[in-house]
């Protein structure tokens, strides 16, 4: 029910915003989309990437099976395929998530609008989310964040290409959401979470593998940041109510 409460407060600042001087006069942008379908719903990235489809950006979709490796090892290869050079977005998206209409589009402006170089959706409600930080705020649009979380979809702007390509050889994925806006803000770079695009997570999290071996190697590697968990606090800097 409470997502039914979000759609109302969100959905006609949505409509400004796609009205707006901002978003009417958004160049088109070059995305690829990248991710890894599994073997528990085969055809379920087709269907996300049809969603995706844009009359107005050009976007390469490009994917791939897990064979053996762990997602950000996977996304390595497939970003491999490609000059990254040609790309303004790259957007990394996993196989079992639902997305509102004209995604893409909204998403984009609103992330260009806040000069964010790292982020993501936030979750709905009725949503499988590990982070508070990523649960949408009632007639929010987009909000500028220390978090940027690795799944279950994140985008960067061409900016950070070379602070976060390749990705490291982590088997989890965990860690990163915290390390990438770390390195970002070294450089003057917004990292956030954009509500008006919040999608719906539909698996439960760490449902195939051993969480506690996840956050061990998420430790790890966060430490060689100097990023202790429980010292390190997530913030929301900037909410943006209205926009363009």
């Keep these: 029910m409470v997502d039914v409460f979000h759609d109302r407060a969100i959905d006609p600042k949505i409509a400004r915003f796609r009205a707006s001087e901002h978003f009417q006069s958004m160049p088109s942008l070059r995305v690829l989309v990248v991710g890894v379908q599994s073997n528990r ?30 997602k950000l090892d996977n996304t390595n290869v497939l970003l491999a395929r490609h000059d990254l050079n ?12 639902e997305l509102p209409d004209q995604f893409m589009d909204t998403f984009l402006a609103l992330a260009e609008y806040a000069e964010l170089k790292i982020c993501g959706p936030a ?4 949503s499988y989310w590990s982070r508070e930080i990523m649960r949408r705020r009632k007639g929010a649009l987009v909000r500028e964040t220390n978090f940027a979380e690795v799944g279950p979809l994140v985008a960067f702007r061409r900016e950070v290409f070379d602070i976060v390509f390749p990705f490291p050889s982590l088997k989890y994925g965990w860690g990163v959401n915290t390390v990438w806006p770390v390195l970002a803000e070294k450089e003057g770079w917004k990292t ?16 195939t593998y051993d969480f506690r071996e996840a956050a061990r190697e998420a430790e790890e590697y966060m430490n060689r940041f100097g990023i202790v968990t429980g010292v390190h606090v997530l913030h929301t800097y900037r909410t943006f109510y209205e926009a363009g």
């Excluded at 979750?123 to 009725?126: D, F, K, L, N, S």
């Excluded at 956030?192 to 449902?207: E, F, Q, W, Y």
């Design 86 to 97: 040609a790309f303004d977005w790259v957007v990394m998206t996993d196989d079992d998530i």
């Design 41 to 70: 719903s085969p055809q379920s990235l087709g269907e996300i990437y049809g969603r995706m489809q844009s009359d107005r950006h050009r976007i390469t979709f490009d994917s791939k099976g897990v064979d053996n490796l762990g």
């Design 192 to 207: 956030g979470v954009v509500d008006g695009t919040a999608l719906r997570h539909t698996k439960p999290i760490g449902a």
């Design 123 to 126: 979750q709905r409600g009725y």
